[in-house]
């Protein structure tokens, strides 16, 4: 069965500081993978999504970027963090290639990130 | 572009009680629509889903029909539990395409 992992769990980290948050994917091939943030008190906003080895699509401007090192391996990042950067940083996977099961997004527990 | 109104909340019921979480969307073609579920402290999980015009999603007692005719997908449950307070979000997949627009998300609270 598949799997999906996002650490830390929790980060607290000072303005102006880096930033990386991890997810990888186990028991699936070549998935598409996302990440989204969840600001406080407010829905789910896509930050980038990528279909394969080195391909990222960003769907909003901001601080943050992303990397796909590995095949199942995907990566937020940021040089300089800002006040705004706070919220709940949620990674998901789906399958491609299969229309039916591509249409499902599988979820990660998340990352919790407080800038202070 | 696409859109998805969910209704404010928090919705606070009593256990057992009926529920309803409207959802209504704004989207070309014929989309995929889905509820997910985000319990305190958690990432979200995949509820229900349905594919296509007049499909029923159900699970764990949950349901919500596909719409089109009001463009709608409303979550219900003929009794609630203490066990299913969360936020719960509403969101749709274009068809053909591959990202997800999610509603604000609904937090419903049970109590005893």
């Known amino acids: 069965s598949q799997t999906i992992h996002q650490w830390p769990a929790t980060l607290v980290q000072p303005v102006g500081s880096p930033l990386s948050l991890e997810c990888t994917v186990e028991?699936?091939?070549?998935?598409?993978l996302y990440w989204y943030r969840q600001a406080a008190g407010r829905g789910l906003q896509l930050l980038f999504y990528s279909v394969g080895i080195g391909q990222i699509s960003s769907e909003v401007p901001q601080n943050l970027s992303a990397s796909r090192p590995q095949d199942r391996q995907f990566i937020l990042s940021s040089k300089k963090l800002l006040l705004s950067d706070s919220g709940f940083y949620l990674c998901a996977w789906s399958v491609p290639g299969h229309e039916h099961t591509q249409e499902t997004q599988y979820f990660g527990p998340g990352t919790r990130l407080l800038v202070l | 572009g696409d859109s998805v109104t969910q209704m404010e909340g928090p919705v606070t019921l009593s256990e057992e009680a009926f529920l309803t979480i409207n959802c209504t969307y704004t989207a070309t073609g014929y989309p995929s629509l889905f509820w997910y579920v985000q319990y305190p402290g958690e990432g979200l999980q995949l509820l229900l889903k349905?594919?296509?015009?007049?499909d029923k999603g159900s699970n764990k007692g949950f349901e919500a029909t596909y719409r089109k005719e009001t463009t709608s997908f409303h979550l219900e449950k003929g009794s609630v539990q203490v066990s299913d307070s969360a936020v719960y979000f509403c969101?749709?997949?274009?068809?053909?395409?591959?990202?997800?627009?999610f509603g604000t998300g609904t937090q419903l609270k049970v109590e005893l």
């Open positions: 349905a594919t296509k015009a007049d």
């Open positions: 969101a749709l997949r274009p068809g053909g395409g591959n990202k997800l627009t």
């Open positions: 028991g699936t091939s070549n998935p598409n």
